[in-house]
Every structure is written in C-alpha cells, then in structure tokens.
C-alpha cells in the first residue's frame, strides 16, 4: 500500500504551474497515493497542512523559498516529514539540502524515505529556512517581482542588487550575543540558519542546516561600490577577514535599531526590529537525498 501524502504546489512559483502534472506522475510511480490541493494562496496553504496535514504521512510542497517560508510555522505544528519539489527561482533551500533541481530527482529522493531534521531560524516569533536579514536584502526584495523572477531567473537578484546599491545607506544597529553588546554602523545585517539565500549566496562556508547554530555578518561598508570588491567572498561565505566585516556564530542574538526596521526571512518581508534571533534545533522532519 502507498503513503498518503498531501501535495501542495504554489503555481505562482516560476516553475510551478509548467511541473505540477510532471510531479504528480512521478510521485505516482513512486507509490504515493496524493490529496493534490494546488493553491496560489499562502493563508489557504498554510489552513490546508493544519486541516489535512495530521491525516497523512507526508507532506510534500513545491515552491520556492518564499512558499516554504509561507508555510513553515504550519509544518512545524503538523511535524510530519516534508518533501521538497524544487518549483521556484532561487531554491536555495533545496541546494542547502541537496535537493537535485530537477523534478523526476527530487521525487526520487522523496521515495527513497531518507529523513534528516534539520534545524529552524527563528526570529520574533517567526520561523525561517535560510536566512533572515535587514538593511540592503529588504530593499532589493522590495524592487523584485514575480514578472522579474519570471523574466530573469536567478539573475533577478544581481539585477535588483545593482538597481539599489547606489541608493543604499548605512544604518546603526546594536548586537548583542553572549554578555556582549556590538555597536555597528552597516548596509546590512545577515542572520543565517541554513547555507544558502539569495540565489545563491553563502552565509559561511562551513555553515551547514543541521550544525544548531546561526551565522551573522554586519557589514559595515563606507562605500556602496565597496560591496562589489566584497562580492566574490560574500558568495563564498569567507567574508571573515574583510576590513568592516562583523562575523559572529551563536545560538541567540539580539538587534535593535535607532528606527523600526523591516526583517526579511527567505525573501518575505514578515517581521521588524528590535529583533530576537535564536536557533531551534532539529524540530522539522525532511525528505532528502542523503542523511
């Protein structure tokens, strides 16, 4: 007899209208028997995986970054294992993950059972994959679209990126972690969960999903072009040693800001400053290709 899985794709995500039928033949084949309720909208998303989620045995979602982050506190609630069908523009968790890109894999890798629980971010109450941040990631998250995503792919960050630069300032922000306080002046603060965000960015180049910690950086760059000398090994995560570079790990942190501030989580803008980070470890169940 197959497992039951719920299967959600957001067919707003770039790829998900054009692979849904695909993903359900092959998860078909694969012996799953799916309760398919494909939805665009995140609030009726998140109410179907709290109705149905507890009556099955998997879940399995295809998005992107943004459509897991929509439903991420609604997995959390159900804790029943979820599969990932890499369906957006940047998929950056799938790549943390190991997650092939192509969908006939990432149905494979859903049916072969492997289950890694891996750890969440969490951030004034909301939980992240990836990576929460504030500063230059909000407005360049503010300027992209889904016509842009749609368009450009992955490089609608780098395109958005450059739109905004120019225009970016520098903000005070004070850290706290450990008995410690860090007073920066910074274009953008990072808080990191996983490997990667942004397409294809790297938070650290030994951070990992799985390693119960966050990776932070503020950097505190004088020049908006300075980023772009920064750019190499800000996409390496070896950031570490550059001159205006706060690089800090722990499990908590707190930030506060002279004015309230917008948060992004996974490329959604959900929270504000003053914010509470911290670590949750191992609390989310997830189909991947390896242990």
Not at 83 to 97: E, H, S, V, Y
Not at 216 to 228: C, D, E
Not at 241 to 247: C, D, F, K, Q, R
Request: contains cysteine.
């Amino acid at each position: 007899m197959g497992k039951e899985a719920l299967f959600l794709v957001n067919e707003r995500s770039r790829r998900g209208k054009k692979y849904r039928q695909q993903a359900i033949t092959c998860l078909q084949q694969q012996g799953f028997i799916l309760h398919d309720l494909s939805l665009s909208d995140s609030a009726q998303l998140r109410q179907s995986i709290r109705q149905q989620g507890p009556e099955v045995d998997a879940i399995i979602i295809g998005g992107g970054d943004g459509t897991l982050n929509a439903v991420v506190d609604a997995l959390v609630e159900v804790a029943r294992p979820v599969g990932i069908l890499p369906m957006g523009t940047a998929n950056d968790l799938a790549r943390t993950l190991d997650i092939p890109l192509a969908i006939p894999a990432a149905c494979e890798a859903i049916a072969r059972g492997n289950v890694r629980h891996i750890d969440l971010g969490w951030v004034n109450g909301k939980y992240f994959f990836n990576v929460a941040s504030l500063g230059l990631s909000v407005t360049i998250t503010d300027r992209l679209n889904g016509a842009s995503k749609q368009r450009w792919g992955i490089f609608a960050y780098a395109i958005a990126a450059l739109q905004v630069l120019a225009t970016s300032r520098l903000f005070t922000a004070e850290i706290r972690t450990q008995g410690r306080s860090y007073s920066v002046k910074t274009i953008q603060i990072a808080v990191g969960n996983g490997r990667y965000y942004g397409g294809g960015m790297t938070i650290a180049h030994d951070a990992a999903i799985d390693d119960c910690r966050l990776d932070l950086y503020s950097l505190g760059l004088q020049k908006w072009w300075q980023i772009l000398a920064l750019f190499p090994t800000l996409r390496q995560g070896r950031y570490h040693a550059w001159p205006g570079v706060l690089s800090l790990n722990g499990t908590e942190f707190e930030v506060y800001t002279r004015h309230r501030l917008p948060i992004n989580t996974d490329g959604e803008i959900t929270v504000n400053t003053p914010a509470h980070f911290q670590v949750v470890p191992q609390i989310l169940p997830i189909f991947t290709p390896h242990l």
